[in-house]
């Protein structure tokens, strides 16, 4: 099956930093999403992002399907962007049947 | 308008003893899906249904079963749970439009197998 690779697993920045998350995959996919779990352990989807670039404020997203990777960009981060994001893809159209990987857990300090 | 909601939020179960975890949702979705999230890792799709009466296998379905009785609810169930089925389990639901939309998640059931 198709292989997702987020880098760097840890990232630790203070606040106002900017910060950048990978995610790499093996395959060419019809589906990318880029979600965030806060500390609580509550998901949310950031991004549907399968080609080109999103922002939603402070955040932004590009992923270039033909190089098989997408980033998240964090501008400005802040003590609520902690958390985990996870990269998330679907090889061929369907039911939405998503591969996560392993995340990115991201802690902002005051 | 409550979303996706798990029950129950927390339990412990003993090596061999059978539990059902429920998923409701009150957006009219008709997709719906059994994730299971073990320490650091990604969430792993365990079964899902697109439309009642309808179930399919995930990447991880071995020691689980699920039916979709009624469009709103998702029942997973563990007949003979084991301790590797220790972990968080999460439900999840989406609508079938022409536009995409994204799956919105209930909050979680932690699960402990002793």
């Known amino acids: 099956g198709i292989q997702v690779e987020q880098s760097p697993p840890d990232l630790i920045l203070q606040e106002g930093a900017n910060s950048t998350l990978r995610c790499n995959f093996s395959?060419?996919?019809?589906?990318l999403q880029w979600f965030h779990q806060n500390p609580w352990g509550q998901l949310i989807n950031l991004f549907y992002?399968?080609?080109g670039t999103k922002q939603n404020g402070r955040l932004s997203a590009t992923t270039v399907a033909t190089e098989r990777y997408s980033l998240l960009y964090i501008s400005s981060s802040q003590t609520t962007d902690s958390g985990v994001y996870f990269c998330?893809?679907?090889?061929?159209?369907?039911?939405?049947?998503?591969?996560f990987g392993q995340g990115t857990r991201l802690t902002i300090n005051p | 308008n409550a979303g996706v909601t798990q029950t129950p939020k927390f339990r412990v179960l003993k090596t061999g003893q059978s539990m059902t975890l429920l998923c409701a949702q009150d957006?009219?979705?008709?997709?719906m899906y059994w994730y299971r999230q073990d320490p650091g890792m990604g969430l792993r799709l365990i079964h899902y249904?697109?439309?009642?009466?309808?179930?399919a296998k995930g990447e991880v379905p071995d020691g689980y079963n699920v039916s979709r009785l009624k469009k709103q609810n998702f029942l997973l169930g563990l007949e003979s749970a084991a301790p590797s089925q220790t972990s968080v389990y999460f439900c999840?639901?989406?609508?079938?439009?022409?536009?995409?939309?994204?799956?919105?998640f209930g909050d979680g059931t932690r699960l402990s197998i002793l």
């Open positions: 999840a639901s989406t609508g079938v439009l022409e536009m995409f939309q994204p799956q919105h």
């Open positions: 395959d060419s996919v019809n589906n």
């Open positions: 992002i399968p080609s």
């Open positions: 998330a893809v679907e090889r061929s159209p369907g039911a939405q049947k998503l591969v």
């Open positions: 957006m009219n979705h008709e997709y």
């Open positions: 249904s697109v439309g009642e009466g309808t179930t």
